[in-house]
């Protein structure tokens, strides 16, 4: 868009409207939450959905804030239409009484595209933070890739991680609004990651990092559900097997009935093979920071560990964040068990294959994206002059 609507611009402060549910999207919206709230030009508030109850949570306190709305709509086998129907509702009762002028919608989850939907009700100007990441298969990842999608369709702002996302909202007839700021997780590491942590979680202070190889593993996507998460962890129970003294495989292992089943069916009763309960965002990060290697069916981890330097195999077919496959830190492993654990072998056995992967090419962000993100809106509501400076990664 050409900047926005004249009733709008020059209207100090802006109220924005930061909206997530879950985990990964609190990880990443939590830095640019605290970007607004230090800038006199916005007034910034909080709602989350609480899709996610208690890992959302532990986010909040990791980071300090405070949400003025909660809607706190977690139940029990809640399934994608409670939750997208329960936050429709529950965002209309906020919006009518906060009336923002922005609302900050991020990435791909139902709360992502039930929050853009409500806006999009009520006339709101919507901002799409981690915009044009695509599969181009509706069904992989489900229903990530269509509410990324939809919400594409519905924002008025589109805050790109990368110059590849902006041009896939390009094809998809999307010209204005468009900005290439780099990822906020980016940003959330630099906060979270420190030299010396000490887990909460007793076992991973007792793991030897400087002799033994640590793989650490996420597993738990619903396309993967059945025979492909047997082959991924019948690879994992041989990875393990095959290096007992050199390798510890640690899986914080989702909460999903589904997941738990299969995990300690392939891999309990292995000494080397830790299944531990879900990480808090810190110390999944500092996890990863001394890590050997991430196998992950996770998007979020996709773009961290590169930043870290740590080379990931992803477990699944195909990937949206395609920038760190081209870059040469991530390989599509896929789910069958043979190439997964050709993959993993080869990186524990060649130096040179592991130096390939894991040389500090960071495609996603420099750490400022919370800031051009911030520069942005001021910009589009007239209260600065200057567009912000794109995100460019640097070999």
């Known amino acids: 868009m050409d900047r926005l609507s004249a009733d709008l611009m020059r209207k100090r402060p802006v109220k924005v409207m930061s909206i997530f549910g879950t985990r990964p999207e609190a990880i990443k919206m939590a830095p640019l939450v605290k970007e607004l709230e ?3 030009e916005f007034e910034s508030y909080c709602c989350v959905t609480a899709q996610h109850r208690q890992m959302l949570d532990g986010v909040l306190e990791i980071f300090q804030l405070k949400p003025q709305f909660d809607l706190d709509i977690m139940e029990q086998r ?7 129907t329960k936050c429709l509702l529950g965002l209309e009762k906020v919006f009518e009484q906060l009336r923002p002028d922005l609302v900050l919608v991020h990435g791909d989850t139902s709360t992502t595209f039930a929050g853009a939907l409500a806006a999009f009700y009520q006339k709101i100007y919507i901002g799409h933070v981690e915009a044009g990441l695509r599969t181009g298969d509706k069904y992989s990842p489900f229903p990530e890739e269509m509410n990324r999608s939809l919400v594409g369709r519905l924002a008025d702002l589109h805050f790109c991680p990368t110059p590849a996302n902006r ?21 959330a590491l630099q906060t979270t990651v420190k030299k010396g942590y000490h887990f909460t979680t007793e076992v991973l202070n007792r793991i030897d990092y400087e002799k033994k190889k640590v793989v650490l593993v996420t597993c738990h996507r ?11 962890m019948s690879a994992l129970g041989q990875l393990a097997r095959r ?4 390798l510890e495989l640690i899986y914080p292992v989702h909460l999903s009935p589904v997941v738990q089943e299969v995990a300690h069916r392939h891999l309990d009763g292995l000494a080397n093979a830790h299944l531990i309960g879900p990480l808090a965002a810190d110390e999944m990060h500092n996890l990863m920071a001394r890590s050997y290697l991430v196998m992950t069916d996770s998007g979020g981890l996709q773009e961290e560990a590169p930043a870290l330097g740590k080379p990931v195999l992803v477990l699944r077919q195909e990937t949206e964040r395609p920038e760190a496959v081209q870059a040469g830190t991530v390989k599509i492993a896929g789910v069958d068990a043979r190439h997964i654990l050709d993959l993993a072998v080869e990186l ?17 962000g420099d750490g400022q994206a919370c800031r051009r993100i911030a520069d ?19 070999n």
Not at 167 to 187: A, F
């Open 222 to 232: 619903r396309e993967n559900y059945g025979q492909p998460m047997e082959q991924i």
């Open 243 to 246: 290096y007992p003294q050199e």
């Open 38 to 40: 230090g800038r006199e």
């Open 348 to 364: 524990m056995e060649s130096p040179k294959a592991y130096r390939q992967m894991a040389h500090a090419v960071n495609p996603y």
């Open 78 to 84: 809640q399934t994608l239409s409670t939750i997208t």
């Open 376 to 394: 942005a809106i001021a910009y589009e509501f007239g209260l600065s002059d200057r567009a912000p400076e794109e995100f460019q990664a640097k």
């Open 167 to 187: 041009e896939n909202l390009e094809r998809e007839g999307i010209s204005k609004g468009l900005y290439v700021t780099g990822n906020t997780v980016i940003d």
